[in-house]
Structure formats: C-alpha cells, structure tokens
C-alpha cells in the first residue's frame, strides 16, 4: 500500500506554455503534500506544502503565481508551471503524507520537465 | 535558517568494503528519517529514528541517532552494487510543518 503515482513522467514544452504535473495518492488519503524540485545530483528542494483545501504554502524564493499548487482532494494536487522558460527545466517530485506510516513522506516517481 | 548537513557528498568503494554516511542537524530534532534514492528513481524511505542514542539495523544497514537528537549516521557492512545510490537524511522543521532534507550522500560500488 501508499503509492503515489505522478503524470506524466516526463513532457517537453516549449519556452512560454503552461505544464500541469499531477500527483495522486492512489490507495490512502493524503493529508499533505509536498511538491520538490531537485536539479541533477542534488538534493530535494521543497516548493511548496499543500493541504487539501486551503493554499499551498511556498517556500522563500519560489514564485507561487510561476509554479501554482493545486489540492482540489485528499488524492489529487497538482503543480502548473505556468509560462515555462528553459531555467525551469528539471526533475519535480511529489510526496505525500497520511498513508499507513503516519510520519513517512511517500514519494511520487517524479516528472522530468525538459523546456526548449 | 534550520539546516541538515550531510558528509561526504559523494564516496567511492570497492564490493565489499564498509561504507558511513554522517549527517548533522543545526538544531535538536524530534526525529530522523534516512531515504534512499537509486540513480534515475525517487527518494524510498528507509527509517525513522525517534530515541536519544537510538540504534537500529536493516540487514546490513545499521542506523545510529546521536544522544543529543542532533545528529545520525547510516553504516553499510560489505556494501554490495545493489546499496549504489544517493542517501538522504531529513529531519523535521521547527514547528514539525515540513521536512528538510539533507544534501545527500552519494555512493558508488566498483564490483
């Protein structure tokens, strides 16, 4: 059981479209989730914490009207890079947390976000 | 800010050899938990460590909470090709609201 699933896994845009990256706790409810973004052989780098139902809250640097957090249900957020630009090219993981364990963060696969 | 150290950032070992990932938080922490990510694939939670001087074992896995609740470390006995990947510490934020992640440690296992 706590399986996170994300979609797609990986999308190419081109430089100023919208990418909309879902993320699903598929057999437990989430009362959390946590959008990171990690660049090539570095560490996880927490965006945004989302509740189900309220505003995510971002973290300091992050532009919340750039990268808009959706949590319309105990198993759906989703991530919409809005007017993607090449910078914003990388690897955006979800986690989850509510499952069996209650203090386990249960991590999605990941979207790999390629912007030309 | 809180922060989470890790050391060494990278480490290279023959098959075989014992490998130690350390990580130091600049605060006392109600827990910590150690992930493990394989190259290309997302972050596994391995373990959670709740007790001052806590220790506990996976097989060859033995995890270690410091008595000051501040730091921990992951030991690997006779590493294997399948332990390569990156190991992350995380700890809870002041207020518990979020997990910060330590900068990884990144092993390599020559066979």
């Known amino acids: 059981g706590a399986v996170v699933s994300q979609h797609p896994s990986w999308v190419i845009c081109k430089s100023g479209t919208s990418v909309k990256i879902e993320c699903r706790s598929l057999?437990?409810?989430?009362?959390?989730m946590f959008w990171y973004r990690q660049f090539p052989k570095q560490s996880l780098m927490l965006m945004a914490t989302?509740?189900?139902?309220?505003?995510?809250?971002?973290e300091q640097g992050v532009e919340k009207d750039k990268f808009l957090i959706n949590h319309a249900s105990l198993t759906l957020s989703t991530l919409t890079v809005t007017s993607a630009h090449p910078e914003d090219s990388s690897f955006y993981i979800c986690?989850?947390?509510?499952?069996?364990?209650?203090?386990?963060?249960?991590f999605g696969p990941g979207t790999r976000l390629t912007v030309t | 800010g809180q922060q989470v150290m890790q050391i060494p950032q990278y480490q290279h070992v023959q098959e075989g050899e014992d490998f130690t990932t350390y990580c130091n938080s600049s605060?006392?922490?109600?827990?910590i938990q150690w992930y493990k990510q394989r190259p290309g694939g997302h972050p596994v939670f391995l373990i959670q460590?709740?007790?001052?001087?806590e220790v506990k074992k996976q097989k060859r896995l033995t995890f270690q909470f410091g008595e000051a609740k501040k730091n921990s470390s992951l030991h690997i006995t006779a590493t294997q090709t399948t332990d390569v990947g990156t190991y992350f510490c995380?700890?809870?934020?002041?207020?518990?609201?979020?997990?910060?992640f330590g900068a990884g440690t990144r092993l390599f296992v020559k066979a």
């Open positions: 986690s989850a947390a509510g499952g069996p364990i209650s203090y386990e963060q249960y």
């Open positions: 057999d437990f409810q989430a009362t959390t």
């Open positions: 989302s509740n189900e139902g309220s505003k995510a809250t971002y």
């Open positions: 605060t006392t922490l109600s827990n």
């Open positions: 460590l709740v007790k001052s001087g």
């Open positions: 995380a700890g809870p934020s002041t207020g518990g609201f979020k997990t910060i």
